[in-house]
Every structure is written in C-alpha cells, then in structure tokens.
C-alpha cells in the first residue's frame, strides 16, 4: 500500500532534523554548516532554529570565525532541557534511571524484586521510586518527557501490557503503560528490553552512521536488537528478537524447548557456573557468579576458562547464524552480564565470528562492545521518549491509515 505525505508533518521533520544534528555535534554548529547538510534555505532554517530555541532546546554557543567575512555564530544542544526515565524490569534487579537530551545518566537507581505480591504493589513500587529519583535530582517534572519501560518478552505493544515473559512471572498479563501512567501521571511507554537497548545505542551514536545492525543482550536472558536503516526492528506485534533457542552446541545442555544447546541455556549464568564445577550452593545474584567466574580464569582456572572459551564459541554461532539471515554491517554486544565477561571474551567472540565457516558474509562485520553500558536497557528505555519526541524519521510524514 502506497502512502501520501502529510505536509504538516513535513515543519516537524525539518526540526527534528535540526535538532537531531546539532545533538551529534557537542561543538556546536553555524547555520551555515546546517543549511548545508539539510538542504533547508536560509529563511526556512532560520525559522526552524527560533522554535528551537524559543523551547529552550537549543542555545548560541559563541561565535567561530573560519574564513572571510563575519564570524558565525554556533547552535548548541540544551542537555538539560528535557529529560526522561528509563526503566528496566529484570528477574535480578530493577533499574531506574534519569536521562538527558544528551542521554546522560543524570540519576541511578537499583531496587529488589517485589517477589511473587499483587500487581498493584509491583506498580506502586516502580511508580515510587520514579517519583523519588526524580524529586532526589531536583527535576522540574514539566521537563519530563516521559516513563519508558523495557521488559522481556512478550509483551502486547497495543495495550501496553506484559503478556507471560518467562523470566518474570509475578508480572504477567500486568496492564504496565496504563497502571504505571496512572501512578506517575506521565505518559509511559512499554517496549522489549532488547529493542530498547538497540534505540539506546542509536540515540548514542554520535557519528549516525549506526544503520544496519543487530544488538545481542545478555543479562539474566539473551534476546537481539535489530536495526535496520538506521530504525529498530520491532516486528509483527513488537516481539522480534527472540534468539534463545538457536542451537549453537549439539553437545550442549538440554532445553526446556526439548533440544540440546540452545543459545540462553548455553550460556546462562547458572549453567556456566555449574559447567564449571563449582557447587551451586554458593550460586545467586548472577552478577556475583559472572564476577567469580571472570576472576578465576583470570587467575587461570583451567575448568572456568575451558567454560568461558566454549561460551565465547556459543555466542559466535549464534551471531553467525543471525546475520546470515540479517546481512547487518555491525555487531554490538551489551547487557548486564557481557559488560563482565566483555574483557575476558569480546576478542575471542570477534574473532570466532571472523572465522567461522557457516558464516556467508561477504565483508567484514565489526563486532564490538555497546557504548552505553550496562544499564543499556534502562538507558534505551529512556532513550524511547526522547526517540519519539525527537528523532528524525522520514516514516512520521507519510499519513497513517
């Protein structure tokens, strides 16, 4: 089906189009340098960048003289103008996190599971420490954009409700965008956390030459982002990026799918632990397991590193069979747990996906580490309002039907 323009649309574009290049530009940019990558005329630019302004999202930054003729003045991106919560609900810890235009961090926070207790008291716990962590960074709530919420799969994007994501039993068939909004009296929006790592690390990318990509989470589960033309890919009914049951060892641990050696058995925390010997009792919290494990092949435990080899070799095989399928130019790797095992395996897996021989790519595919961190998923729930409110998508003027 064909789509027409919808011209009013077209001034909204032009300013998030401005305001999107100028955020990639910490030192600034002349209006000059803008009409020259925009195409914009003079009078149409000047226009744009007074709204801009007039909303406080962009400010003069002093003046540059380069060449003949009258010093240019640069325009700046306001961080602190507008801000938005990020949200990750996770089988281990709860994040909550506060975010600039810039998508800095400003304000952090980590609280415990609620357990298996009533739904309401789920909601009324985020919805909590939502309010305190923006009182506690003295945030003028009018400048709040926004709750973003990333959660694992599967989820009902219409509705804004977690369906029965496994991981996270005590908030299934919870209605999160309506109750939390209520709660908080702020829009919300509800997304996969693996989708919402993947906007995270596009609203980072300064250089916006982030386009083709996928983005392989690993925390307490494993799942991939994916961008394509430099948009997430979000699927059908918002529930891409399902990649735990790809086989990646035939001799690996058995599934509760029914087969052996699927991706997020392989290389869940509890079964790295247990390959390598040590007595499950002394399991937990994940984090303190990956933080043991990396300790003792540092120190060269022969059994922990044989385990963390073979997971580096699993995580391969998994992005090798993705981008068969996908044909992306970049591989980033992020979440919870790779953040730990990023120094010990991040060239090991470049490498492995280097040299595989299922692999069917014709050029080189550039693996590398997420720029945001291990909150990614907290960051890029965040980083959802500011991409709706901010980002520059052709798609926005075509009329929706």
Not at 62 to 91: C, M, Q, W
Not at 104 to 124: F, K, T
Not at 126 to 137: C, G, Q
Not at 315 to 324: D, G, P, S, T, W
Request: with cysteine; net charge negative; hydrophobic share 45%.
């Amino acid at each position: 089906m064909r789509t027409g323009s919808n011209l009013p649309a077209v001034g909204e574009y032009n300013q998030t189009l401005v305001l999107d290049l100028i955020r990639r530009s910490p030192e600034g940019l002349s209006r000059v340098e803008l009409s020259a990558r925009t195409g914009l005329s003079a009078q149409t630019l000047s226009n744009v960048t007074r709204r801009l302004a007039e909303e406080g999202l962009i400010a003069e930054a002093g003046k540059v003289i380069s060449g003949p003729g009258k010093p240019r003045t640069l325009l700046k991106l306001e961080p602190r103008s507008r801000f938005a919560v990020g949200v990750h609900l996770d089988p281990v810890v709860d994040t909550v996190v506060v975010v600039d235009m810039a998508g800095h961090v400003v304000a952090h926070e980590e609280i415990a599971p609620q357990g298996e207790v009533p739904a309401a008291q789920l909601v009324a716990a985020v919805a909590t420490a939502v309010d305190d962590i923006l009182a506690r960074a003295g945030i003028d709530r009018t400048l709040v954009l926004g709750v973003g919420v990333a959660a694992p799969g599967p989820f009902d994007p219409r509705g804004g409700r977690l369906l029965d994501p496994p991981l996270l039993p005590a908030w299934h068939h919870v209605n999160v965008r309506d109750d939390l909004g209520a709660a908080t009296g702020l829009p919300v929006i509800v997304e996969k956390d693996v989708t919402a790592a993947m906007v995270g690390e596009l609203w980072f990318d300064r250089s916006d030459a982030l386009s083709d990509a996928m983005f392989l989470y690993y925390g307490a589960g494993v799942g991939l982002g994916v961008a394509i033309a430099g948009a997430p890919v979000r699927g059908r009914t918002g529930n891409a990026g399902g990649i735990a049951h790809i086989v990646v060892d035939p001799l690996g641990p058995v599934c509760g799918c029914g087969s052996r050696g699927c991706l997020g058995v392989s290389i869940e925390p509890r079964t790295l632990f247990a390959e390598a010997g040590y007595d499950p009792a002394t399991g937990g919290d994940s984090r303190r397991e990956v933080d043991r494990l990396v300790r003792d092949a540092a120190a060269g435990r022969p059994e922990t590193v044989a385990v963390l080899r073979r997971a580096g070799e699993r995580i391969a095989r998994a992005l090798v069979v993705a981008n068969n399928l996908l044909d992306v130019d970049e591989v980033i790797l992020g979440g919870p747990v790779w953040e730990r095992l990023a120094g010990i395996l991040g060239d090991a897996v470049s490498a492995r996906v280097a040299a595989d021989p299922a692999s069917t790519a014709t050029r080189a595919i550039e693996v590398r580490r997420s720029l945001v961190g291990a909150d990614v998923a907290a960051v890029g729930a965040a980083c959802l309002m500011l991409d709706g409110a901010f980002a520059a998508r052709p798609a926005r003027m075509m009329i929706a039907l």
